[in-house]
């Protein structure tokens, strides 16, 4: 471990990682089977046993899961995704992997996540699916989003990546019968270094998706390796090389024995940052609905128009006292690659939210004394 990484500043994350996971990599290497095998197995049925989905299909990013979502849920080529702009160019790359055309969607102003009403406004003949994502951990209204792809009869995809651990009314997200995926990126919730995971209740789609994730193989490796080489696989279509590991998995079983304490530890960050905050004018905390239990992977903060000094700005000076922030999330449709495709598409609460939001440090480990000091930099920082 590279202690100077941390040490000198408050950083915006930091994993936990500790000798467990050393010692569960370590096993696996002594297994002498490294790749997709029961490490992953092991992962995925624990996870889907704690959302509760019947199938769980890890993979090796949460782009590469969110495309096997939308490619085994039957988007053909030329199908239109409408998603949030306000998201990681990730969502928009995995509609475009999957043949898809993104059309871009505002979002509420109070949860920043899809405005359901927008998206029933942008609906055409072309729309083909609705891809929701629980944006910084906050679960989104999915009964609104679902109700709007009921009446209109699109495929409706639920982007996690940030919210595994989350709950909408009461039930883990992932846990609703829509199709959901997670990102185990250092950045999220737990980690498995990169990685990610499908759940979903439908087992053709799970069962094609193990397939599509392995090059198309209709027996996976693991199966030819216990028939000590006596079955054969065939192609019944191509695929791709999105295994997950099982030293990668291994890390991620040990990191789920952690996912209550990391949870609690944040909410109690989060209350914390909620209470040194409310004498100050110039900024809102997050927003969390009666309908979610909000897994805090990322802390946003927002801008009022009290405030004098831009979130930029503000994120710069931070960095100055040493306290890394990060600005809010910039709308794709502004994107280079987007830009003329999405020329005078105008998302006034997405554009708003880009300029007026900024996410300060919070991770399992992050102490009191360290956010009342990240709290001093930010009220020096918004002085004018
Ligand atoms: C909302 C969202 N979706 C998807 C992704 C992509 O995750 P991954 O890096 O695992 O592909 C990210 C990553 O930052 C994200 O924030």
């Known amino acids: 471990m590279n202690e100077d990484l941390f040490s000198e500043h408050i950083p915006l994350m930091r994993p936990w990682l500790g000798e467990e996971e050393g010692n569960a990599v370590r096993d696996v290497l002594a297994s002498g089977w490294i790749s997709l095998g029961p490490k992953v197995a092991e992962l995925e049925q624990k996870i889907a046993a704690l959302v509760g989905a019947k199938h769980a299909v890890a993979t090796n990013s949460a782009t590469s899961a969110l495309h096997l979502a939308m490619q085994t849920m039957g988007l053909e080529r030329g199908d239109e995704v409408l998603l949030p702009s306000f998201t990681c160019m990730a969502n928009a790359n995995a509609v475009l992997i999957a043949g898809g055309v993104p059309r871009f969607v505002d979002i509420e102003r109070d949860t920043l996540n899809l405005d359901p009403a927008d998206v029933e406004r942008r609906i055409t003949p072309r729309t083909r699916a609705i891809m929701m994502v629980d944006q910084i951990g906050l679960p989104a209204d999915l009964d609104a989003l679902r ?91 191509s695929g791709y090389n999105y295994r997950m590991t099982d030293l990668q998995a291994a890390v991620g079983v040990v990191q789920l024995t952690k996912l209550d304490r990391m949870l609690e530890q944040r909410a109690e960050q989060a209350s914390l940052y909620g209470e040194l905050l409310a004498r100050f004018d110039e900024v809102r905390p997050p927003h969390v609905p009666a309908y979610a239990a909000h897994a805090y992977s990322s802390y946003c903060i927002r801008l009022t128009p009290s405030a004098k000094v831009p979130a930029e700005e503000v994120v710069r000076r931070m ?4 306290v890394s922030c990060r600005r809010g999330i910039p709308p794709l449709h502004f994107e280079p690659v987007f830009k003329e495709e999405m020329a005078g598409l105008h998302l006034p609460e997405t554009e708003a939210a880009a300029q007026e939001t900024m996410f300060l440090p919070i991770f399992p480990g992050l102490l009191a004394s360290q956010q009342r000091v990240v709290i001093t930099a930010l009220e020096r920082s918004l002085l004018s």
């Open 147 to 237: 109700a709007v792809a009921d009446r209109h009869g699109l495929l409706l995809i639920d982007d996690a990546a940030t919210a595994f651990g989350g709950k909408y009314k009461g039930r883990y997200v992932g846990g609703h019968g829509v199709p959901t995926c997670y990102s185990f990126h250092p950045r999220k919730m737990i980690t498995t270094g990169e990685g990610g995971m499908l759940v979903t209740d439908n087992e053709a789609w799970a069962e094609r998706a193990r397939t599509l994730r392995s090059t198309g193989a209709s027996v996976s490796d693991l199966r030819r390796h216990q028939a000590k080489g006596a079955l054969f696989q065939q192609y019944f279509e």
């Open 319 to 322: 960095a100055e006292r040493n």
